[in-house]
């Protein structure tokens, strides 16, 4: 896995890094020229006219090799600062001057932004190197009104580090946010760039190698990307013995009324997932949705008068179970749901089931056995009486919190979907699959039939669900790949991908 980094991990990564021998001129320098290598490759024009943002700190300086690194390539940077060159001190200056050495055109930001336009309208780039990780508060307006004209601007866009306006922790957008054709992150990737906002900020993401010896950063990083070498790792393997009571039997308890597509999509997603059993588990009239829609899977009626009595007998030789796609929240619903969480066996709760615990997430603390809960970010703010723009503000802390709370492992869905068990090495990770393509109805109940798939077959919940978010959100891009398009996607589509997407990562190196 891949360590991604809180803006104070970051520092702590430079300071081990000095303290191991490289001098923090020496990293600055590192992380500018190869920057501007990047960006040089990627620029469509030579000779290309350069406008470079420069702030106070050491993204700032950062700026200024980028800008001294380009005028050696043959383009013509110039650099606009948000603060008095005068003010700059440190590493910060000594770039700035050196800049100014070989030629090189400062000019500070004024009030009238008229000169800016005008360098824009002329400018072929922009560059951001105005505040990096080191954002932690309100954009000035004066800063904001400048990143506004570079985001409406016909031109190539770059970051440095992190887009100005997003905080390097959590994702948060400190107003307006400057959207980066490519940003070039130093040492690490950042939390914030693994967000929905961040995401949309940077269409491209480079991390650069800023030459810091290995093993300088000892500190485990709380959160780290998933690879394509942790999936194919956490893979159950189909041994040759392999029968279908020995691949994983799963029980789904959902379906009803209006809603019984939602159970039947996660029995398809778990047999497309490779469970060798799947049971369909509800009151008989629900049941009577269902039959017949998906031969592969069988059915087992409850007894709603008996509730948990009739549950537990229908859970016996099971492996795991899936409680809540389609499940509704009348009476009966709520029975199911209190007594499945009294079963000792794995078992993930999604959708209804999670609803019928809103604000009560103790409750969900008090199950026995393991627990995956599997909330979009609405469930998860009902969940933990918070708004859903509380929750985008900071999904790694409301991740973390739900975890906590209901003592489980709980993923969050969206762009970038989260995994966090309290207990995990790392304790959070983070899928890199997926995209608008999984923004179709019913995607969200193929994904519980493949955790739960992966469960059944016996996987710790940490990796059940961080490689059923990879395997669902390759799917997906799979699907995108040989349709070439984005929009369209079936969920039924998307679970008959998914032999594709466990081919894919077998393959992968």
């Not at 308890?253 to 369909?280: D, E, F, N, P, Y």
């Not at 039959?291 to 709603?304: F, I």
Request: hydrophobic share 45%.
């Amino acid at each position: 896995m891949i360590p991604v980094l809180t803006a104070d991990e970051a520092r702590g990564f430079d300071q081990r890094a000095i303290e191991a021998g490289v001098p923090s001129v020496v990293l600055m320098e590192n992380a500018g020229r190869g920057a501007a290598d990047l960006i040089g490759a990627a620029l469509t024009r030579g000779a290309a006219q350069v406008l470079v943002l420069c702030g106070g700190g050491n993204n700032g300086g950062d700026g200024y090799v980028v800008a001294r690194r380009l005028l050696t390539l043959g383009h013509q940077p110039r650099v606009l600062s948000s603060v008095s060159p005068d003010s700059l001190t440190g590493d910060a200056r000594v770039n700035y001057l050196a800049f100014c050495a070989v030629g090189g055109e400062v000019s500070e930001l004024s009030l009238d932004l008229t000169p800016v336009k005008s360098a824009l309208m002329t400018s072929d780039a922009v560059v951001d190197a105005l505040f990096g990780t080191g954002l932690c508060r309100e954009l000035p307006a004066l800063v904001s009104e400048l990143i506004t004209m570079c985001n409406q601007a016909r031109l190539q866009r770059f970051a440095l580090d992190v887009p100005s306006g997003l905080c390097a922790t959590t994702g948060r957008a400190f107003g307006v946010v400057f959207q980066a054709d490519l940003v070039v992150t130093f040492g690490h990737w950042k939390r914030g760039l693994t967000t929905p906002r961040g995401k949309r900020a940077a269409r491209e993401v480079r991390c650069l190698d800023i030459g810091v010896p290995q093993g300088a950063f000892t500190a485990p990083a709380e959160a780290a990307l998933v690879e394509p070498a942790d999936a194919r790792r956490w893979l159950p393997a189909r041994d040759a013995m392999l029968h279908k009571g020995s691949a994983g039997r799963l029980s789904v308890i959902g379906g009803s009324a209006g809603k019984s597509g939602a159970a039947w999509l996660t029995a398809r997603g778990a047999l497309r997932a490779g469970a060798g059993l799947v049971t369909l588990c509800n009151h008989a009239e629900a049941l009577a949705l269902l039959e017949g829609r998906l031969v592969e899977a069988m059915t087992r009626a409850l007894d709603p008068v008996r509730a948990e009595d009739s549950l537990f007998e229908a859970l016996e030789g099971q492996d795991a179970v899936v409680v809540g796609p389609g499940l509704g929240l009348d009476s009966r619903a709520q029975k199911l749901v209190a007594a499945a969480l009294k079963w000792p066996g794995p078992k993930l709760f999604d959708a209804d089931a999670l609803t019928a615990f809103a604000e009560r997430p103790e409750e969900l603390a008090a199950h026995t056995g393991e627990l995956v809960l599997t909330p979009h970010p609405l469930e998860l703010a009902r969940l933990l009486s918070l708004s859903v723009e509380e929750v985008e503000a900071d999904r790694f802390g409301a991740v973390k919190q739900a975890a906590e709370r209901c003592r489980a492992t709980v993923l969050l869905k969206g762009p970038f979907t989260l995994v966090h068990t309290a207990e995990g090495d790392p304790p959070c990770r983070i899928n890199p699959t997926g995209g608008p393509v999984l923004a179709t109805g019913g995607a969200g109940d193929v994904l519980s039939g493949v955790i739960g798939a992966l469960l059944a077959q016996r996987l710790p919940p940490h990796d059940a669900a961080a490689l059923g978010a990879y395997l669902h959100g390759l799917a997906g891009e799979l699907w995108a790949s040989a349709h070439g398009t984005d929009a369209g996607l079936l969920a039924s589509e998307l679970a008959d991908e998914l032999p594709r997407a466990r081919a894919a990562v077998l393959s992968r190196e």
